[in-house]
């Protein structure tokens, strides 16, 4: 009789659940929980089974399409020393960003960066004077993030950086750092360039080689080699200095507000603070106002006028 109880709540069971024997062979390791089980018991426990992933694999998975991206450099100060620092010079850090993007449309004008966790524009741009620590001001997710292996080996909470990522606040994400000592507030603050097609030479110098090996190799001398000097200029709050390269599509001054662990990158949300130009005359940046003809008439950028990664495929960069 008992037998007969057993097989036919096996039964129910392995039926509960689209006949997919999942709720069978979990009921089969351990038949005494299921004696005295009736039909809606059995269904309900197969209901409360955390559901199969019908899309997880254990195959490598193919690379998706790439996709022509605008080529960016980020331009930021680094308000920390870098040692070995037998370069004085060293105050600026630029990187070579694709994955670039507006993720709102109204005030204030909101742009994803993706910054590469090795690169030392990347620290800079965060305030993390290490290469190998994390930055993350979301508590679900910094309580459980997982580190790269060879990147990562700890984990900056939410809680020792006071208002990191508050979109209300006037210094938001740079509030915390005002504990860190002189030029602290000078991290969070970069310029976005879009860089021209002519500028295509400069990936390798800004993005195939770390600004943590300095010593090897010195980005500002390697550009002003290739005809890209670098150009020290006020940033839009008139009170900021940046170092940027000359004759690029656009440039955009961002602010900090948010990250979140992306992987082998952070991604940075940032408040747009600026939006300039080239000025051939001044050989600086034109920072526009929503009443400049020029800022309102912004002409759509292209692979014409602009530097997209479909280039530097064509061209064997990357």
């Known amino acids: 009789m008992i037998f ?4 036919a709540a096996l039964l129910i069971c ?28 059995c269904l309900m426990m197969s209901q409360h089974q ?59 004008k909101l742009w994803a960066i993706s910054l590469y966790k090795k690169t030392l524009t990347r620290c800079a741009f965060l305030g993390i004077p290490n290469s190998n620590e994390e930055y993350n001001d979301i508590p679900s997710i910094s309580s459980s993030v997982t580190t790269t292996p060879g990147i990562a080996t700890n984990v900056r909470r939410r809680n020792d ?12 994400a740079a509030g915390w750092r005002s504990r ?32 943590w090996d300095h010593e090897q190799v010195n980005k500002r001398e390697e550009c002003a080699s290739l005809g890209n000097e670098w150009v020290s200029i006020t940033g839009s709050d008139q009170q900021l200095q940046f ?8 440039y955009i001054q961002v602010k900090l507000r948010r990250v979140t ?11 747009v603070t600026g939006t300039g130009i080239w000025d051939d005359n001044k050989q600086s940046v034109l920072w526009l106002s929503e009443s400049d003809d020029a ?24």
């Open 4 to 7: 007969a109880l057993i097989s």
């Open 14 to 41: 392995g039926t509960g659940v689209g006949g997919n024997g999942a709720s069978f062979a979990h009921a089969f390791v351990a038949p005494s929980s299921l004696i005295f089980a009736t039909p809606s018991s």
């Open 50 to 108: 955390p559901p199969l992933n019908k899309f997880s694999t254990t195959t490598p998975v193919p690379p998706p399409p790439p996709v022509s991206m605008p080529v960016w450099s980020l331009s930021c100060p680094i308000p920390f020393q870098v040692a070995p620092r037998t370069n004085n010079s060293l105050s600026s850090s630029m990187s070579i960003l694709t994955f670039v993007t507006p993720v709102s449309v109204s005030s204030p």
């Open 161 to 172: 950086m006071g208002e990191a990522g508050v979109l209300g606040g006037a210094d938001g």
């Open 180 to 211: 860190g000592g002189s030029g602290a507030l000078n991290c969070g603050v970069g310029v976005l360039q879009l860089m021209a097609p002519s500028q295509a030479q400069l990936v390798p110098v800004l993005g195939k080689i770390t600004g």
């Open 243 to 250: 170092d940027v390269l000359p004759n690029c599509a656009s």
């Open 261 to 271: 662990d992306g992987g082998d990158h952070d991604v940075a949300i940032c408040e």
């Open 295 to 318: 800022g309102s008439n912004q002409s759509t950028f292209d692979h014409w006028s602009a530097l997209y990664s479909g280039q530097l495929r064509d061209e064997g960069i990357i």
